[in-house]
């Protein structure tokens, strides 16, 4: 399986100068080639990627506006036209209806003050002495947090916006699956709470991580203020940034411990496919809990795969926590507010997110088994915990 291996990287000051040329570089052909498949586009005209790389890269390093590109090494414009052509494609597919979920939108210009990366395929990087060799930049000292589990396929090199470099490597990493357990897990992603899960367990997120969020969004607030241009806004945006970070890798810590310990636990983990997931969410809810949300997802995923466990998204077009988990009678719609609502058919109380948990588990349970094309797997995985089958005792 392939994996993202980060380190951080020090480059000297005249690196520096070289990676930004060669982040203006890829940035350029990067927008260029969206540029010109949108006038492609408007005019009804097809256009090969060969062709799109050729005018974007080839030809264009020949006219005086863009000679420039010729100065960095041309693997990293060859990726971005690669990035582009992905970009684009998500979205054609989005709108064709080939891609599921919510429509993609045209994909964004990249911009200046963003974070910048550059991806290097094998013949643009290398690795001796425990320096990290990139194209036309050079030797650039890498601080080698843990070991690379192999020989890297492709390394994106990042600048933050705080200013800060990473190294972002791909490796290949064999699977080391843990002895099979007889436990699984529906989970109800969440505002309050991260998630919440079938047996009722909260997922919260941790206190030191609100703490930051709120100063984070008191420095946006005091950036806001500050003038176009000036050199207080230069700072407040550093500071933003820095604050961003901290955010960040408090939120990645969390979500990898939470992660791990759910995999561990369970032999399968389900939980709704934010696509089709009916959560309540406003403007500013979609932008903060998505990206944590789809972070979490995919580390699930990742950990899954790695230690031989299921993972899977489910989805249904019926909203989990209007339906009654023990009688499955739908009870109607239910405001935010309401945390606990009893079923007027059955009579059970249910907690709103640990009901909206046991119907992704009951969903995964019943998509699982029709995956395996209506193959009836040992009962020992499928039992809920505490449902020990003589099976499993006797193994
Ligand atoms: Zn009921």
Known sequence: MQIRYRYRIYPSPGQRQALARTFGCARVVYNDCLRLRDTCHAAGEKISDTEVQRRVVTLAKQTPERAWLGEVASVALVQACQDARRAYRNWFDSLSGKRKGRKAGHPAFRRKHQRQSVRFTRNGFSLHEERLYVAKVGDIKVEWSRDLPSVPSSVTVIREPDGRYYASFVVEREAMPLPACNRD?????????LAVTSDGEVIGNPRFLRAKER?????????????????????????????????????????????????????????????????????LAKSVHDAGWSQFLRLIEEKAAQYGREFRRVGRFEPTSQVCSACGVKDGPKPLNIR???????????????????NVLALGRRESLNACGGQVRPASVLAPAGETGTHWSAA
């Open 340 to 358: 606990e609502w009893m079923c007027a058919a059955c009579g059970t109380v249910h907690d709103r997110d640990v009901n909206a948990a046991k």
């Open 185 to 193: 897990a529906g989970i109800d992603l969440g505002l309050a709470s």
């Open 215 to 283: 100063k984070l969004a008191r420095a946006q607030r005091a950036l806001a203020r500050k003038q176009k241009g000036s050199a207080n806004r230069g700072k407040a945006r550093h500071r933003v940034a820095v604050l961003h970070r901290k955010v960040r890798e408090t939120r990645l810590d969390h979500a990898h411990k939470t992660a791990l310990k759910l995999v561990r636990d369970n032999q399968a983990v389900y939980a709704e496919d934010l696509c089709v997931s009916g959560l309540a969410r406003t403007r």
